[in-house]
């Protein structure tokens, strides 16, 4: 049993399976509830030449800066050296000298000009370590800046087919990544590589025979690094993936707890969490292990060769005359030799983890954007609200078409209804109406003018819509109402909620419109939460109005107090309402019966009864249940 089930949720869980574009909306026909899990994520950097040269291309800004750095770099890895290379002079010529005398005031001075190098070499690090925060987080803010302004302009069908908890991990775990080898490891690395030639010089100027030892010992670190960097960086990008299946798991269950606890699915959330964080668990498990282990090699290495080193520079002490300074220095050098080669090693860990993470934010920037708009698109000025759809088809993906042969007229102010079953496609007309998708074949005009040819800016201008699902943004109850219309004054914002029935509970707030709201307004009921996101429609001037079961989540009474004020609203716009409460559509001037696609009846509400067709079912049955 414990088998199946692990084999059931590898099975869901699979990577190759989560991108299957089958999976990703192609089973529902109403785009916005079509939430496949694609998690978009990347294994190792697949380009990662391309994905450095893009990083690059957000320090070009910084280039004087840059080289400040690198000159900062270098001068501490100067300093470093020189410092350490004093030490064969004063152990040669002070501290135990062939010929003469100890001095103690020529060992005070020689240490005290070491000090003077080392500290030339302190302030050099500090002064790049502050120049390079400062590069590297105005590089973050433009990375954000510019993935949230891509999220922006990405489809509608976009955010139908992708985890919201994979996209905040984007912004997260991913971007973090990336500071974090911009903050400190391409200094290390840059540092690493300096220190490594510099000291590489000064072993062969002070004995060549240790720098042919130290070469040989060489491939030996460079072989052990290389198989523990390969294996890291593979654990590591496998990390990546199981974090942003979890976090998106996580998301999805938190803002769904509501549904999970009233199907009792506790026991198997929590099944599919353990199943997911065990397998984070092993992945981050291999991948610190390897990270972990590459210095302790190294370092035992390193301390090998340092040992082999040592013997081998007494015999050339005893048998070629090699001074007791220079095998100091040599010794030293031999250890610092290492030590970069010991963080390079470590740092190519973060490396590929951060280009792994920049190689999956890029996947969303280079995402298509919504189409751009027609060369001579045009820009909607006075618009009546005459809507018109011609012979319209469409469908979410290519295999299965959900809209066959809509055509309908709506006349200036004139209250258009859709009625009928769960995924007949009746939302799918408004995504088509807002161009949140764009038609396959037919046409749909606005005052004659077809979609295509205005502008999605100033088509969605003349649109508002209210839709079932709601949603309140951080801010006070005033700035979420005037969300429809920035510039109306506090005027307008009470009397567009009063249009909507908020009125009322508003000022059983305890501070009124000032009320700060915020987790999509938890400290409202779900009713409350509707009423202002009706009052947000009400405020807007667009003259066409679409109602997406925008009276669902209120109780008969209120909703009587919303149909009248809609009623005036109503009056000057071209509205579109969707309802399953029949009741709610009477008054329209046209309803709309969809069944699979197809209007297979319209007429008035007197019009449909007398009919006794599918309406006079649907009706009668509503009655029957009332």
Same mark, same amino acid.
């Given at each position: 049993?414990?088998?199946?089930?692990?084999?059931?949720?590898?099975?869901?869980?699979?990577?190759?399976?989560?991108?299957?574009?089958?999976?990703?909306?192609?089973?529902?026909?109403?785009?916005?509830?079509?939430?496949?899990?694609?998690?978009?994520?990347?294994?190792?950097?697949?380009?990662?030449?391309?994905?450095?040269?893009?990083?690059?291309?957000?320090?070009?800004?910084?280039?004087?800066?840059?080289?400040?750095?690198?000159?900062?770099?270098?001068?501490?890895?100067?300093?470093?050296?020189?410092?350490?290379?004093?030490?064969? *002079?004063?152990?040669?010529?002070?501290?135990?000298?062939?010929?003469?005398?100890?001095?103690?005031?020529?060992?005070?001075?020689?240490?005290?000009?070491?000090?003077?190098?080392?500290?030339?070499?302190?302030?050099?690090?500090?002064?790049?370590?502050?120049?390079?925060?400062?590069?590297?987080?105005?590089?973050?803010?433009?990375?954000?800046?510019?993935?949230?302004?891509?999220?922006?302009?990405?489809?509608?069908?976009?955010?139908?087919?992708?985890?919201?908890?994979?996209?905040?991990?984007?912004?997260?775990?991913?971007?973090?990544?990336?500071?974090?080898?911009?903050?400190?490891?391409?200094?290390?690395?840059?540092?690493?590589?300096?220190?490594?030639?510099?000291?590489?010089?000064?072993?062969?100027?002070?004995?060549?025979?240790?720098?042919?030892?130290?070469?040989?010992?060489?491939?030996?670190?460079?072989?052990?690094?290389?198989?523990?960097?390969?294996?890291?960086?593979?654990?590591?990008?496998?990390?990546?993936?199981?974090?942003?299946?979890?976090?998106?798991?996580?998301?999805?269950?938190?803002?769904?707890?509501?549904?999970?606890?009233?199907?009792?699915?506790?026991?198997?959330?929590?099944?599919?969490?353990?199943?997911?964080?065990?397998?984070?668990?092993?992945?981050?498990?291999?991948?610190?292990?390897?990270?972990?282990?590459?210095?302790?090699?190294?370092?035992?290495?390193?301390?090998?060769?340092?040992?082999?080193?040592?013997?081998?520079?007494?015999?050339?002490?005893?048998?070629?005359?090699?001074?007791?300074?220079?095998?100091?220095?040599?010794?030293?050098?031999?250890?610092?030799?290492?030590? *970069?080669?010991?963080?390079?090693?470590?740092?190519?860990?973060?490396?590929?983890?951060?280009?792994?993470?920049?190689?999956?934010?890029?996947?969303?920037?280079?995402?298509?954007?919504?189409?751009?708009?027609?060369?001579?698109?045009?820009?909607?000025?006075?618009?009546?609200?005459?809507?018109?759809?011609?012979?319209?088809?469409?469908?979410?993906?290519?295999?299965?078409?959900?809209?066959?042969?809509?055509?309908?007229?709506?006349?200036?102010?004139?209250?258009?209804?859709?009625?009928?079953?769960?995924?007949?496609?009746?939302?799918?007309?408004?995504?088509?109406?807002?161009?949140?998708?764009?038609?396959?074949?037919?046409?749909?005009?606005?005052?004659?003018?077809?979609?295509?040819?205005?502008?999605?800016?100033?088509?969605?201008?003349?649109?508002?819509?209210?839709?079932?699902?709601?949603?309140?943004?951080?801010?006070?109850?005033?700035?979420?109402?005037?969300?429809?219309?920035?510039?109306?004054?506090?005027?307008?914002?009470?009397?567009?909620?009063?249009?909507?029935?908020?009125?009322?509970?508003?000022?059983?707030?305890?501070?009124?419109?000032?009320?700060?709201?915020?987790?999509?307004?938890?400290?409202?009921?779900?009713?409350?939460?509707?009423?202002?996101?009706?009052?947000?429609?009400?405020?807007?001037?667009?003259?066409?109005?679409?109602?997406?079961?925008?009276?669902?989540?209120?109780?008969?009474?209120?909703?009587?107090?919303?149909?009248?004020?809609?009623?005036?609203?109503?009056?000057?716009?071209?509205?579109?309402?969707?309802?399953?409460?029949?009741?709610?559509?009477?008054?329209?001037?046209?309803?709309?019966?969809?069944?699979?696609?197809?209007?297979?009846?319209?007429?008035?509400?007197?019009?449909?009864?007398?009919?006794?067709?599918?309406?006079?079912?649907?009706?009668?049955?509503?009655?029957?249940?009332?």
């Amino acid at each position: 049993m414990e088998e199946t089930r692990k084999q059931r949720l590898a099975e869901k869980y699979s990577h190759t399976k989560m991108n299957d574009p089958k999976r990703l909306g192609a089973s529902s026909g109403r785009g916005p509830n079509a939430r496949g899990r694609n998690m978009m994520m990347t294994g190792k950097p697949k380009n990662a030449k391309q994905t450095i040269t893009r990083l690059l291309g957000y320090l070009e800004k910084e280039k004087l800066k840059l080289i400040l750095v690198v000159g900062c770099v270098l001068l501490h890895t100067v300093a470093t050296l020189t410092g350490s290379y004093m030490l064969r *002079p004063i152990i040669n010529n002070i501290i135990a000298p062939a010929e003469g005398v100890r001095s103690l005031s020529k060992l005070i001075q020689a240490v005290g000009v070491m000090a003077a190098i080392y500290a030339v070499g302190v302030i050099a690090q500090y002064t790049n370590l502050r120049v390079m925060l400062g590069i590297s987080q105005r590089a973050l803010q433009s990375i954000r800046n510019d993935l949230f302004t891509k999220i922006q302009k990405l489809p509608v069908r976009f955010y139908d087919t992708h985890s919201h908890g994979e996209l905040m991990s984007r912004f997260t775990n991913d971007v973090d990544t990336i500071g974090e080898m911009l903050n400190s490891t391409v200094i290390q690395l840059v540092s690493g590589v300096i220190t490594l030639v510099g000291t590489f010089s000064l072993m062969i100027y002070t004995n060549i025979y240790l720098t042919i030892i130290t070469l040989i010992l060489l491939p030996i670190f460079a072989k052990v690094g290389q198989m523990i960097t390969s294996r890291s960086r593979k654990y590591f990008s496998e990390q990546q993936k199981a974090l942003g299946t979890l976090n998106g798991f996580a998301e999805e269950t938190i803002s769904g707890q509501k549904v999970v606890k009233v199907f009792c699915h506790e026991e198997i959330a929590s099944e599919e969490f353990d199943y997911l964080n065990e397998d984070l668990k092993q992945k981050q498990m291999k991948a610190q292990f390897c990270s972990s282990i590459i210095g302790p090699v190294t370092h035992n290495i390193s301390n090998m060769g340092y040992g082999i080193t040592a013997c081998i520079g007494g015999l050339l002490c005893i048998t070629k005359n090699f001074d007791i300074g220079g095998l100091t220095v040599f010794v030293n050098y031999s250890r610092q030799f290492s030590r *970069p080669i010991n963080e390079i090693s470590m740092q190519m860990n973060t490396i590929f983890s951060a280009l792994a993470g920049a190689e999956r934010v890029f996947a969303i920037m280079d995402e298509d954007t919504e189409p751009v708009d027609q060369e001579n698109a045009q820009e909607l000025e006075d618009v009546k609200g005459e809507v018109v759809l011609s012979h319209v088809n469409f469908g979410y993906t290519p295999e299965r078409q959900i809209l066959k042969d809509i055509s309908l007229y709506a006349k200036p102010g004139q209250k258009i209804a859709f009625v009928g079953s769960t995924g007949a496609g009746k939302t799918t007309i408004t995504n088509l109406l807002t161009r949140f998708y764009d038609i396959q074949d037919g046409c749909i005009t606005i005052d004659g003018v077809p979609l295509e040819q205005i502008s999605r800016k100033s088509l969605r201008s003349q649109i508002t819509m209210v839709l079932q699902d709601t949603h309140l943004f951080t801010g006070t109850v005033r700035e979420n109402i005037r969300y429809g219309r920035l510039d109306a004054t506090d005027e307008e914002v009470e009397a567009a909620a009063k249009i909507a029935s908020a009125h009322s509970f508003i000022m059983h707030l305890e501070k009124g419109y000032d009320t700060l709201l915020e987790s999509d307004g938890a400290n409202l009921s779900q009713g409350q939460r509707q009423l202002l996101n009706i009052a947000r429609a009400a405020i807007s001037k667009a003259p066409i109005l679409i109602l997406d079961e925008a009276t669902s989540s209120v109780d008969t009474r209120t909703e009587r107090h919303i149909e009248k004020g809609m009623d005036e609203l109503m009056k000057t716009r071209t509205t579109f309402v969707i309802a399953h409460r029949l009741s709610t559509v009477r008054h329209a001037n046209a309803i709309m019966v969809l069944e699979n696609g197809e209007i297979i009846e319209r007429g008035t509400h007197e019009e449909l009864l007398s009919q006794k067709g599918r309406y006079y079912n649907l009706y009668t049955e509503l009655a029957e249940l009332d």
